[in-house]
Structures are given as structure tokens and as C-alpha cells.
């Protein structure tokens, strides 16, 4: 069964930075590609980043280019997203997600495919 557990959010004022975790197992984390969502209140789940199987190619959204960093530690099984000048509108719950999923509810980003879940750990930045 997957697992994905999140945790490193918090409260944060505009500039600051931090750095989300996101633990997984239940499955061969290294075989498979792995991303961040985040979801701000009244708005729709967006992509922000992806790391594919090999950990050495991203894909980022161009609104988090050069501030949101994903990183992957395979023998660990843990997945990273270091964010540095963080901005009011990065508030947000944000999601772990792990790619190689077929079925319905598939999700589509950076050309991989999403359907397991974390529950989310929420980021709150102010002004």
C-alpha cells in the first residue's frame, strides 16, 4: 500500500524559506517518478514540480522557477522541495505525489502520471 507522508510546513513571512519533506513506502520509490502539487484555498490542485526515476531530470512550473528546488534521496525514500523567497501566493496546501500510476483518476504532469497522494502539509507565508 502506498504511503506518503509529508511534513516541514508552517507559517513563514514573505523572503523566508523551508524546506518540505515527504516520506514514501509501499512501493519501489526509486523506479518511479515523483512530484509537488499544492492546492490554495478556492483554487484548483496545480503542479509545481516533478523529479523523474533517475533524480538527475526536473520539470518545474514556471511560476516556482528558481525558487523551488525538488530533490530526491532514493535510499532514503524520501522526497525534498527546498523553497527559498517564498511569496504570499505560495500559500498553500502542499501535496506528495508519486508517478507510474494507471487507472481512473490519473493526473498528468511533466509527462508523468499521478494518482497516489500524500494528505498534504500546509504552507502560509505573510506579508
Known amino acids: 500500500q502506498v504511503q506518503l507522508v509529508e511534513s516541514g510546513g508552517g507559517s513563514v513571512q514573505a523572503g523566508g524559506s523551508l524546506r518540505l519533506s515527504c516520506a514514501a513506502s509501499?512501493?519501489?520509490?526509486?523506479?518511479?517518478?515523483m512530484g509537488w502539487f499544492r492546492q490554495a484555498p478556492g483554487k484548483a490542485r496545480e503542479g509545481v514540480a516533478v523529479?523523474?526515476?533517475?533524480?538527475?531530470?526536473?520539470y518545474y512550473a514556471d511560476s516556482v522557477k528558481g525558487r523551488f528546488t525538488i530533490s530526491r534521496d532514493n535510499a532514503r525514500n524520501t522526497l525534498y522541495l527546498q523553497i527559498i523567497s517564498l511569496k504570499p501566493d505560495d500559500t498553500a496546501m502542499y501535496y506528495c505525489?508519486?508517478?507510474?500510476?494507471?487507472?481512473?483518476?490519473?493526473?498528468?504532469?511533466?509527462?508523468?502520471?499521478?494518482?497516489?497522494w500524500g494528505q498534504g502539509t500546509q504552507v502560509t507565508v505573510s506579508t
Open positions: 505525489a508519486a508517478g507510474g500510476y494507471s487507472g481512473s483518476g490519473t493526473w498528468y504532469y511533466g509527462g508523468c502520471p499521478f494518482g497516489d
Open positions: 509501499g512501493f519501489t520509490y526509486s523506479s518511479r517518478c
Open positions: 523529479i523523474y526515476a533517475g533524480g538527475g531530470s526536473t
